[in-house]
């Protein structure tokens, strides 16, 4: 149960980087920044919040499960 909470909330982690663009360089950066809309980054800064939200809860509620 806990690997299974501990591996949902990487994984919700690593989607959010991943759609917010964390792992990307300055230049790659600035690039997607000016070849989207907006309508684009906030679909894709929704997604990010909410899959790191999730992550986020899913990584306290494996520490929760470790202790108890």
């Given at each position: 149960m806990i690997?299974?909470?501990l591996i949902a909330g990487i994984i919700?982690?690593?989607i959010s980087g991943i759609?917010?663009?964390s792992w990307t360089g300055g230049q790659q950066q600035r690039a997607n920044f000016f070849s989207e809309t907006k309508?684009?980054?906030v679909f894709r800064s929704r997604i990010a919040m909410?899959?790191?939200l999730a992550g986020?809860?899913?990584l306290g509620i494996s520490?929760?499960?470790w202790y108890l």
């Open positions: 690997q299974f909470f919700g982690i690593i759609s917010i663009g309508e684009h980054r909410f899959s790191g986020v809860i899913f520490g929760l499960l």
